[in-house]
């Protein structure tokens, strides 16, 4: 019966992979560090097949290049054995939701979601420490070789600092931010749809440097945009009021979005505000054309606070909508655009332009009939095309927008009773953006990385009752301590992660209450996980070292203190399945067994497990099922198992661990 491996995939492995399926002749075997048998890249001969496009030594070449830059390049790559860990008591409707929230590094957590998520994130938003010199970067230890990464990274301490000061005075200031973001925006690109967008939040003091990190991470030609969020300035400042944050858009693949005609539209700014004054017009105007548009010219001469091009609709025709004065010259001469087009009164051509008309004879005829053209008193005057407002509610997004930040803490603060996070992003803003890269397909997974209060999720339950969309979030945040001395560390908080989870428990009941009827359709829950060390026992000691009373213990492959849903978990990670996925407790023969997705998955972590639940499980007919190596009495049970399931459900994949 084969093992699952346990722990995150190589990414250097399937590099490797990537490589083998381009040129295949360039693969041959080598021997890793503890001599075993692996396949490797033959350089001599890829460069061969690269031979006009390969830069080399002292050559000049652009690129953004820093101190730690190739470590952290490893750090991406390399495996960990770790996993993630449910807690129940800390999640929301842990058994049905679809939403994850993840406490522990963001390193760990985006390699052990490599599997399980790859290529199924359509947005990515994240709003990392902008390295102000007064916040903090994660700690990487790059300094150790493959093996030993693996190996500490299974059995290091889950206690510990990994935040550290990054001052102006390091010498590695920009160095440390870079190497930081490099390693996990790696990780992040892979787990994007080919469709997929990452947005990037950050301010002045690393805009440049991440935009070129981005353009290495994600290729130049995928950058879509950089947002302008401008917020309230000082007025004391010496050279300008500042008060700018940006948001640095990526395409996985641009060329894709453009294929599928991919926009980003939102309302117009004001947009009600003009339909509900018009109406109001021809109302009083008791449905007189003229008379209503004299009324609303006379609103527009308010100076309503609205989108700079709503002022061009500013006449109200017979039928009480909005309009404004479109052109209906073409912009290149067609012979078959020059026809004559007949003044309804007087019966005479109205003047034709130079290059001809905008549509064809037909259309022309079918817009008369509409009364979508406008003519003058008589032939001589010039015509034009109606243009509705209500056709047009949306306009492409705007990439600059003024939006004042205190209102996103002031709300924070006030459901959560407390000061607990300082500058939270603004649910509707976010909002908005998901909005457009999403509306498209509001089924979709969106990762946020750094999560720190929460406000993604937030914007992401907030959406989904407003369009009754189904988008997932999965939040990612360290256990970050919060200052001893802090409110909200005074109100029983102990972490960054604590506060998220009670800011999210806090507006899901609030967006359910709001939605009323609506709201059994709504997922505001989430399951809580832990990055932690594996669930595996370390059984790396010698044969030495094994004293006869500690033989014993030395068998069993699990730690004591794992579940078997810690164990479920972890097996699901290391099969590539969502997390996500429904499981139900039951009991075969005597046994506690775990189903996963109506039993696509089953699994038996008990001890002793005979014949009987064996076949039990088999009869299933699951597409997967595993077992504790442990758990068979001996090696005969372990191979008859086998047998069973080759004879009663061959086409199921059978593992231990």
């Not at 346990?6 to 250097?12: A, Q, Y």
């Not at 599928?260 to 109001?280: H, I, Q, S």
């Not at 290059?355 to 009364?371: P, V």
Request: some cysteine; glycine content about 6%; charged content about 25%.
């Amino acid at each position: 019966m084969d093992k699952l491996k346990m722990h995150s995939p190589d990414l250097t492995a399937r590099n490797v992979e990537r490589i083998a399926e381009l040129f295949p002749q360039v693969i041959t075997e080598s021997r890793d560090a503890e001599g075993n048998v692996t396949l490797a890249v033959d350089f001599d001969l890829l460069r061969q097949e690269l031979s006009d496009h390969v830069v080399e030594g002292p050559q000049e070449r652009y690129q953004l290049d820093w101190p730690g830059k190739r470590a952290a390049a490893f750090a991406a790559n390399a495996a960990i054995a770790k996993t993630l860990r449910p807690v129940r008591e800390e999640s929301v409707d842990f058994d049905t939701t679809k939403n994850l929230f993840i406490e522990g590094d963001n390193l760990d957590a985006l390699k052990l979601l490599q599997e399980s998520y790859l290529g199924k994130v359509k947005l990515i938003y994240i709003d990392p420490p902008y390295n102000t010199g007064n916040d903090f970067v994660y700690e990487d230890d790059f300094a150790e070789s493959s093996a030993d990464y693996l190996a500490r990274s299974g059995q290091k301490s889950e206690a510990g600092d990994r935040l550290v000061a990054n001052t102006e005075a390091n010498g590695r200031f920009h160095s440390d931010w870079l190497s930081m973001m490099y390693s996990r925006l790696k990780l992040a690109r892979g787990l994007l749809t080919d469709d997929g967008v990452l947005v990037a939040a950050i301010d002045d003091h690393e805009h440049a440097n991440l935009r070129s990190l981005l353009d290495q991470v994600f290729g130049a030609e995928n950058f879509l945009a950089s947002v302008v969020w401008q917020g309230v300035g000082k007025n004391d400042a010496r050279f300008t009021a500042g008060g700018l944050d940006y948001m640095l858009i990526y395409a996985r693949n641009q060329s894709l979005l453009v294929a599928n005609d991919v926009r980003w539209t939102e309302p117009k700014r004001g947009y009600d505000l003009v339909m509900n004054a018009a109406a109001a017009a021809w109302d009083k105007s008791r449905h007189d054309p003229a008379r209503a548009t004299s009324l609303f010219r006379e609103w527009w001469r308010t100076k309503p606070d609205t989108e700079k091009g709503l002022s061009m609709y500013s006449e109200i025709d017979e039928t009480g909508q909005p309009f404004r004065r479109s052109p209906v010259s073409s912009p290149n001469p067609r012979e078959n655009l020059m026809f004559e087009v007949l003044h309804p009164l007087t019966g005479k051509p109205v003047p034709m332009p130079p290059n001809g008309w905008r549509y064809s004879r037909d259309s022309m005829a079918e817009k008369i009939k509409q009364n979508r053209i406008v003519f003058g008193k008589d032939e001589a005057a010039t015509i034009s095309s109606k243009t509705y407002l209500n056709e047009v509610e949306q306009q492409a997004i705007r990439p600059a927008f003024f939006q004042v930040r205190a209102n996103a803490s002031d709300a924070l603060n006030k459901l959560l009773g407390v000061t607990a996070f300082d500058y939270p992003k603004d649910v509707g803003v976010l909002a908005k953006w998901i909005d457009a890269i999403t509306s498209s397909d509001k089924e979709t997974v969106i990762l946020d990385f750094f999560a720190g209060s929460g406000s993604t999720a937030h914007a992401v339950m907030n959406l989904n009752s407003a369009d009754q969309g189904n988008r997932r979030f999965i939040l990612i945040q360290l256990d970050e301590a919060l200052d001893d001395g802090s409110a909200a560390r005074k109100r029983g908080y102990g972490t960054l992660a604590d506060v998220a989870r009670e800011r999210l428990r806090r507006a899901g009941a609030q967006v359910k209450q709001a939605a009323g009827l609506l709201a059994s359709d709504l997922d505001v829950g989430f399951r809580s996980f832990h990055v932690g060390t594996t669930n595996m026992a370390d059984r790396l000691a010698t044969a030495d070292d094994l004293m006869q009373p500690a033989l014993s213990d030395a068998v069993g492959s699990v730690k004591p203190d794992r579940t078997d849903e810690d164990l479920l978990f972890q097996v699901l990670l290391d099969w590539g399945l969502d997390l996500a996925e429904p499981t139900t407790v039951e009991e075969v023969s005597s046994r506690r067994v775990l189903s996963v997705a109506d039993g696509a998955l089953i699994a038996c972590f008990a001890d002793e497990v005979n014949d009987a639940v064996v076949k039990a499980i088999a009869a299933r007919h699951p597409l997967r099922a595993v077992f504790k190596d442990s758990g068979f009495a001996n090696d005969a049970a372990r191979i008859n198992a086998e047998q069973i399931f080759r004879e009663v459900s061959p086409e199921t994949e059978v593992r231990a661990i």
